[in-house]
Structure formats: structure tokens, C-alpha cells
């Protein structure tokens, strides 16, 4: 049984919890993460989500994303879902929360993550991810062409993020 921290509209933690799978009520919201992972050649880190992931099957995603779990911040998250997804070790003392999303229940924090890290040493959660690829700019393009690739809005700028301080959406 997964549980998530409940905050706020304003990211207040309430002091209850929310058990997964549980639909949210009103004015309830959860944290979420997602890693965006750049190599020193400047390519991003995606995966490919299990065919039997109940949202977007098969389709490419950024490096990793979760809930965070009860009692976790942001970067302690981001750490364990990179972990759990990737079977890698995370530096998160040279990234940094590039923005947070809002969304219907929530709130989705992007990290920027510089690492080297070879394909190889990865070990992928079964149950989660299928594949990964260290890709360029162009190829995330053509994936999002073929639509293979979910469609964040600003798929198009992540490549401008990499060394930007200042972030335009």
C-alpha cells in the first residue's frame, strides 16, 4: 500500500495522507517528480513505459517519474524513483528543481539532471520500463512525430534547459 503526502493548493502539507489507487477528493493534492537526465554529449535519457502501464503503454517518457511517498520531499524522490526505475545512483547536489507543474491534483517538480551513466549499468523496474535511450533534440522531434513520444507541450524547449537558468514555458 502506497502513501502519498496530501497538501494544499498552496503545497501546505495537511498532515493526512492519501492511499494510491484511491480516487483524490477536492482540493487534495499530491507531489510528483520527473527526471530529466542530460549526458556530457548533451543527449537526454528517455525510457519507454511497459505495455501494461495503465497510462501511455509503450509510449517514450523523460529519464524517470513517481509519486513521492509519505513523509518524502522533492529531491529525496527523485533520488528513489531514478532508483527504482533505473537501478542508478542519482547526483542530485550539482541539479536542481528546473520548475514545478501544477496539475488537476497535484503538483509535478522537474529536475534537471547531469550524469554520465552507460546503458549497461542500468538495471530497469520490470514492471515500469521496457527500454532506454540516450537520444538528441532531433530524434525526441521524430518520436513525437511518429507519436511514440508523450506530448508534453514543451517537449520542444527541454533541450534549452540544459544549462538555462532561466526558464521560459
Known amino acids: 500500500m ?10 501546505e502539507k495537511t498532515g493526512r495522507v492519501h492511499i494510491r489507487g484511491e480516487k483524490m477528493k ?8 520527473t527526471a530529466l537526465i542530460f549526458n556530457s554529449e548533451g543527449k537526454l535519457l528517455i525510457q519507454q513505459r511497459q505495455a501494461e502501464k495503465e497510462g501511455w503503454p509503450n509510449f517514450w517518457d523523460f529519464s524517470a517519474a513517481g509519486s513521492a511517498l509519505k513523509g518524502e520531499n522533492s529531491q529525496q524522490a527523485m533520488a ?14 550539482n541539479s536542481r528543481l528546473k520548475f514545478s507543474w ?19 549499468e542500468m538495471t530497469l523496474q520490470k514492471e515500469e520500463v521496457q527500454n ?15 507519436g511514440k513520444m508523450i506530448p ?3 517537449l520542444k524547449d527541454v533541450f534549452s534547459w540544459m544549462h538555462n537558468k532561466n526558464l521560459t514555458l
Request: proline residues 1%; without cysteine; negative net charge.
Open 80 to 93: 528513489r524513483e531514478v532508483k527504482e526505475e533505473l537501478g542508478i545512483i542519482v547526483n542530485l547536489s
Open 152 to 154: 508534453y507541450f514543451f
Open 132 to 146: 532506454v535511450r540516450w537520444v538528441t533534440q532531433e530524434e525526441v522531434n521524430q518520436l513525437a512525430a511518429e
Open 2 to 11: 502506497e502513501e502519498w503526502d496530501i497538501y494544499t493548493e498552496n503545497r
Open 102 to 120: 501544477h496539475f488537476p491534483n497535484g503538483f509535478d517538480d522537474f529536475w534537471i539532471i547531469h550524469q554520465d551513466v552507460s546503458l549497461e
Open 26 to 33: 477536492e482540493g487534495e493534492y499530491h507531489l510528483v517528480v
